[in-house]
C-alpha cells in the first residue's frame, strides 16, 4: 500500500475517516479498519496499473513519494465515499487519474531512481536490420491529388 491507515487519518482527519469507512453504519464512532484498508489496497492497486511501465514495483515503503502517498488517500477517500458522491472528492479523484496518466506517458517523472530502461531489440546474428522514418507521403495525403 501506497498509503498506511495512520497516513490517510492525519491527512483527512479522524471524523471524515470515521464516516467514509463506515459506509453502511452512519452512526459508527471507530474507524472500520477494514473497509480503510481494502479501499487503500484496492487504490495502490489502481496506482500500480499506471506506474508499472514507469518504475520497478513493487516500490519498498522508503521508495514511495509524497505524491503516491497524497494520490493513494485521495483515491480510497473516493472509493469510500460512493454513497455521499461529494463534488470535492470526485474533482481530486479525477485530477490524480489525469496525473496518473500523465505518469504513464513519461509527462511527469516520479523522481525515482529505480527508473525502468527502456526495452532495446534483441539483435539476432546473420540478419539485415533496417530503419525507417515515418512516410513522407501517406495515402491519405496522396488521394488529396
Known amino acids: 500500500m501506497y498509503c498506511t491507515i495512520a497516513e ?6 479522524e471524523q471524515e475517516t470515521v464516516a ?3 459506509l453502511y453504519t452512519p ?3 471507530a474507524i472500520d479498519e477494514g473497509n480503510l484498508e481494502q479501499a487503500l489496497i484496492d487504490a495502490s492497486a489502481i496506482i500500480d496499473g499506471y506506474i508499472q511501465g514507469r518504475v520497478t514495483l513493487p516500490l519498498t515503503a522508503l521508495q514511495v513519494p509524497a505524491t503516491l502517498k497524497a494520490c493513494c488517500a485521495d483515491i480510497a477517500r473516493y472509493r469510500l465515499d460512493r454513497n455521499r458522491c461529494r463534488e470535492e472528492v470526485r474533482m481530486r ?6 496525473w496518473l496518466k500523465d505518469v504513464s506517458k513519461g509527462i511527469v517523472n516520479l523522481g ?9 531489440p534483441t ?8 530503419t ?3 512516410r513522407v ?3 491519405s495525403i496522396l488521394n488529396r491529388y
Open 8 to 13: 490517510f487519518i492525519t491527512t483527512f482527519g
Open 137 to 139: 507521403f501517406t495515402d
Open 112 to 120: 525515482l531512481d529505480a527508473q525502468v530502461p527502456p526495452e532495446s
Open 123 to 130: 539483435l539476432v546474428p546473420d540478419r539485415v536490420y533496417v
Open 93 to 98: 479523484y479525477e485530477d490524480w487519474i489525469v
Open 20 to 22: 467514509v469507512s463506515n
Open 132 to 134: 525507417a522514418s515515418d
Open 27 to 29: 452512526s459508527a464512532i
